[in-house]
């Protein structure tokens, strides 16, 4: 029953997923070691 579309759209929702959480991991380590997102270029 899987399409073609499916499976491809499965695999765009999965790498959103893995990027969104690699970006939420490094926001908690440089909010617990007092740094600031992006290398403190953003002000």
């Not at 617990?32 to 600031?36: C, D, N, P, R």
């Given at each position: 029953?899987?399409?073609?579309k499916?499976?491809?759209i499965l695999g765009?929702?999965?790498l959103l997923g893995f990027?969104?959480?690699r970006l939420a991991?490094?926001?908690v380590i440089n909010l617990?070691?007092?740094?600031?997102m992006f290398g403190g270029?953003?002000?």
């Open positions: 029953m899987f399409t073609n499916r499976i491809i765009i929702i999965v990027i969104l959480g991991v490094r926001a617990m070691l007092g740094g600031t270029n953003l002000l």
